[in-house]
Structures are given as structure tokens and as C-alpha cells.
């Protein structure tokens, strides 16, 4: 992608995310946009991991769980500031993909995925067991709304242009990284490990690289949301949740980065369109699912490129 189009295409984003909330009726999906750009932080990364690296995770929510949780803990129980709190969530959880990537990544396909898998298995028994510091499964409570250095994020709309401005970054980071040696480097190791270590690619490094990339997006999510509910749950971070996110990395297109956003975008506003159908809301939304994956076997990003493609040669004559 040449530089000129990459840049275009982050001008045209950043104008899409400031139209978006002007087009709602209310605030409510303001709330529904605000889980959107959170879910599409989590999957950028998730995608960078999978897509690119070609390694699968199934328990990346129990990383925006303990960012969570961790902030909730040191500004609501220890009564810290909130930028120590999202700090520490994002750190505990970086530093937790780093130890868990030393073994986990020496594997491949699907026991990778069985490693990730039982991670955030264990995560989830120990935010429902540990009653003391988490709240079990009732959840945590209490925990104060965003304010950063003397600014108090106290509506709806300057919390959604903070998450909006955080996806945006992210959004040019991950091109960057992706546009880069290492990025390059990943796409090799997808595509044959061997040859990688052939052209001389360190494949550990770059293997936790990505891991812990991946991890520090689902764990600034995990304090925005922290900080947004003011309440946190396990059932919020357990497996049901990293399978949704796998979904959306598929459905959106895998190694595609605005994929990810459009897969996080489609999956999370979906049941609020489908409220009417309050009967038949599931089977439309299985249906929905299988009609993208059955005419769109790349996804979102996939089918967007073939109809620009049809629509440019339609125009050409």
C-alpha cells in the first residue's frame, strides 16, 4: 500500500469516527459506538497475532480482563490515581503475555490455541474465586469514572472521543508496524517458520513481539471500559468473550487491519439492529454469519475490495 492511499485512508477514518456520533438519535448508541471502538482496539491486535503472525488465541479476553480488574483494584480498593491504575492494568497485562508467550508460543496450531485456551480458563476461575479482591461473580463495583489530569470525562460523547481518539492511534500504529521490516518478518513466519529462520528472522522475538502488542491493545481497552461501566464482572472477560472476538477477526478478514474494525464494528452494533426481531433476533444473526462467511470467504475487508474492484471496472466501460 503506497504511502498516499495509507495516509488517505487514515484521514478518511479519523472523519468517519468524529461523523459517527453526529448521525445517532441519542446517547444510548453513543454507549453502543464507545463498545465498538473498544471491541475494534481489541481485535486490531488480535488480528496482528493472528492474521499476520499466523498464531492463535483463544483467550485474549482474559487480557482486557486483567487490565480491568487491575485498574478497578488500584483506584477503587487502594484509592490510586486513575493513571497509575490504567498504567499498571496495561502493564500487569503485557508483562503476563510476555511470561505466558515464553512457552506457550514454542507451540503450534491447535495446541497453541488449547494453551490459550486453558489460560484464560484459569484467568476466569481466579476473578470468580478470588471473592476478596474481585467481587466473584458479582463483580466490582465502585470504580470511579475517567479523569486525566484534571479533565473529568463526564459524558458520554468526550468518553467516546477519547476511546475514538485511542482506536485512531492504534489504528496508525498497527499500519506502521505492519508496513515495516517486522512486519514483513511476521507474514514470513505465517507463511513457513522454517523458511523464516532460513532468511535469518528471529522467531521468538518477533513471536512475543506481537503477543505482547496484541495483549497491550486488549489491556487498554480493558481499563477504558473499566473506567467507563464503572463495574466489572467475570462473565464480561471469559471464554464466550474471546470467542466473539475470534469472530470478529474472521468475519472482519483476517490480516487486514481495517478488517478488524469492521469486523468489531458489524458484530458489536448487530444485536441493536436485530432488537425488533426480539423472536427470531438469534437465528437472524447465525444467518447473517454464515451468508458473510458463505459470499465473503475474506471477510468484510475481502468484499469491500471485490465490490471497489467491480465498481472500478464498471466505470472504466
Not at 150 to 162: E, I, P, R, T, W
Not at 189 to 208: F, N, P, Q, Y
Not at 258 to 277: K, N
Request: net charge positive; glycine share 10%.
Amino acid at each position: 500500500m503506497g504511502a498516499l492511499t495509507r495516509h488517505a485512508r487514515l484521514l478518511v477514518f479519523a472523519a468517519a469516527l468524529a461523523f459517527l456520533p453526529l448521525a445517532l438519535p441519542n446517547d444510548y448508541y453513543i454507549n453502543v459506538l464507545i463498545l465498538c471502538c473498544l471491541n475494534a482496539l481489541i481485535v486490531m491486535g488480535l488480528n496482528m497475532l493472528m492474521g499476520y503472525a499466523g498464531q492463535v488465541s483463544l483467550g485474549h479476553a482474559a487480557f482486557f480482563g486483567l487490565a480491568a480488574y487491575t485498574t478497578a483494584v488500584i483506584t477503587a480498593t487502594l484509592g490510586l490515581p486513575i493513571l497509575v491504575g490504567i498504567l499498571a492494568g496495561v502493564g500487569v497485562s503485557a508483562l503476563v503475555a510476555w511470561l505466558i508467550a515464553i512457552p506457550t508460543l514454542k507451540l503450534h496450531g491447535h495446541y497453541l490455541a488449547m494453551a490459550t485456551l486453558g489460560f484464560g480458563i484459569i484467568v476466569s476461575i481466579v476473578f470468580n474465586e478470588a471473592v476478596d479482591i474481585t467481587g466473584g461473580p458479582s463483580g466490582f463495583v465502585g470504580i470511579p469514572r475517567l479523569s486525566l489530569f484534571g479533565y473529568a470525562f463526564a459524558s458520554d460523547k468526550s468518553y467516546y472521543c477519547l476511546v475514538a481518539a485511542m482506536l485512531w492511534l492504534a489504528t496508525l500504529i498497527s499500519t506502521r508496524v505492519i508496513d515495516s521490516r517486522t512486519g514483513r518478518a511476521l507474514r514470513a513466519i505465517h507463511v513457513s517458520e522454517s523458511a523464516a529462520e532460513t532468511m535469518g528472522i528471529d522467531i521468538a522475538k518477533h513471536k512475543r513481539f506481537v503477543f505482547v502488542l496484541s495483549a497491550v491493545y486488549a489491556g487498554i481497552a480493558g481499563t477504558l471500559y473499566a473506567h467507563h461501566l464503572t463495574f466489572v464482572a467475570p462473565s464480561s472477560f471469559g471464554f464466550h468473550f474471546s470467542v466473539q472476538l475470534l469472530t470478529m477477526v474472521v468475519l472482519g478478514g483476517m490480516a487486514s487491519i481495517w478488517g478488524a474494525v469492521a469486523g468489531a464494528f458489524f458484530l458489536t452494533s448487530l444485536p441493536e439492529f436485530l432488537r425488533m426481531f426480539e423472536e427470531i433476533d438469534i437465528l437472524i444473526y447465525g444467518g447473517l454469519l454464515i451468508a458473510c462467511m458463505m459470499f465473503m470467504p475474506d471477510g468484510l475487508a475481502g468484499g469491500a475490495r471485490v465490490l471497489l474492484r467491480r465498481l472500478k471496472g464498471t466505470l472504466r466501460g
